[in-house]
């Protein structure tokens, strides 16, 4: 059970893909302008990873190494299909905000690379839980940087008034997304270094 947890662990802490591995910073700039936007965009991330990691590892064996990069890609844009589709009949608004980038879920250096690194030489269930740490670690990152922003930008969170009179509008903007994830980046590191 320990080196489970561990796998699940590292996703979130020592190889969080926002805050240390510095990977899929397209999306965690350009989606987070709010806290619930950001946590749409991780969890559809999320969704894709953890199944993307499963097929990946069950069909290891199966797939031939001249075509596994674009037998990945296969895996992950079928998954990315469903989300779109789900999202659209779903969740309408947010599908509208995200725009085009859920279909960029599929180019995600994040998933191909999990799957590459990790789906492809692991079991299924480790293959798993790598999946839901690095989507928890990537949801919950993109969540902070959402929740910061929209807070410093517009005084709500989650769409509720915090403060009337709104905030600084440069946090909402691209400059914002900088100087949010780079603090934030500083900000985590330094709780994470006090506990190793």
Known sequence: MGKNLKIFTDGL????????LV?????TLATTTSA?????MGVATLFVL???????????????????????????SSFV?????????????????LGVFIPLIVVNCIILGRAEAF?????????ALDGLGIG????????????????LGNGQLFGLDIWQGGGALIFILSPGAFFVLGYLMIVFRKLTAKKN
């Open 13 to 20: 802490l020592k190889n969080n893909p926002t805050f240390v």
């Open 23 to 27: 990977l899929g910073m397209c999306p």
């Open 36 to 40: 619930f936007n950001g946590m749409g």
């Open 50 to 76: 953890v199944m993307s990691n499963v097929v990946i590892s069950l069909l290891k064996n199966v797939i031939p190494d001249k075509v596994r990069i674009p037998a990945y890609i296969v895996v992950i």
């Open 81 to 97: 299909t469903v989300v779109q589709l789900l999202m659209q009949a779903y969740v309408q608004d947010l599908y509208n905000t």
């Open 119 to 127: 789906a492809s030489k692991n079991g299924i269930w480790a293959s």
């Open 136 to 151: 928890l670690g990537f949801t919950l990152s993109l969540t902070v940087v959402g929740m910061v922003r929209e807070l």
